[in-house]
């Protein structure tokens, strides 16, 4: 038998039997190596949408929502910052956390897509020991009520000691008493979910 085929079909096994791993290769979703023997194939952050802490896609991105231009998760889920929150350390947690549930990463702050400005997405560590994204200094959130991609049914309320807004690209809140903030955001650009 030829020795080629013969340790072809070895590793064909290995990798089938979940031994890639064990041989150090990375593989893609196209059998081909993700990266040099030996090196894994470098992980993209991954942010948390609320609930069943399943992952959200791991885009920011704008969209076109009733108070403006506002920021969105990957799924077209609205984001908003809370006034109580003075700096990129968030204040919400325990009961508040439950209302309005943390955007939450691992691996870094999320990719920037259209109308969101890549310089002011960051992240910050949270009390316990997760970390949150933040936009323009303001930890992101998502609120309980809202049950789908354009909802925002939080936006404005005051709740947990602080009013509760969606984040315009610049990274203010957009305050439904201006009109003027809120057309001054770009157009959104189309994301998967968000109904374009």
């Keep these: 038998m030829n020795r080629t085929y013969l340790l072809g079909g070895v590793l064909a096994a290995a990798v089938l039997a979940g031994g890639g791993a064990a041989l150090g290769v990375a593989m893609s979703g196209h059998d081909t ?32 929502l009733k108070p403006g231009n506002a920021l ?3 799924g077209g889920r609205a984001l908003y910052l809370f006034e109580a929150d003075t700096g990129t350390t968030s204040t919400c947690s325990g009961a508040c956390a439950q209302v309005w549930p943390p955007l ?3 691996g870094g702050a ?7 400005q890549a310089g002011l997405v960051a992240s910050s560590p949270r009390a316990d020991g997760t970390t949150q994204v933040t936009y323009n200094g303001h ?6 009520g809202d049950k ?21 690209p610049a990274g203010d809140k957009i305050d439904s008493d201006d009109p003027v903030l809120a057309k001054l955001a770009p157009e959104p650009v189309p994301m998967p979910g968000n109904g374009y």
């Design 72 to 74: 969105v998760d990957g």
């Design 33 to 64: 190596p993700a990266a040099a023997i030996g090196t894994p194939a470098a992980s993209p952050p991954t942010v948390t949408a609320p609930g069943n802490g399943t992952p959200a896609s791991s885009l920011l991105g704008v969209a076109a």
């Design 139 to 144: 930890p992101l959130y998502y609120f309980a």
């Design 104 to 106: 939450l990463t691992t």
């Design 148 to 168: 789908g991609p354009g909802d925002v049914r939080g936006q404005g309320i005051d709740n947990f000691g602080g009013g509760w807004y969606v984040v315009s």
């Design 110 to 116: 999320p990719p920037a897509a259209g109308g969101v």
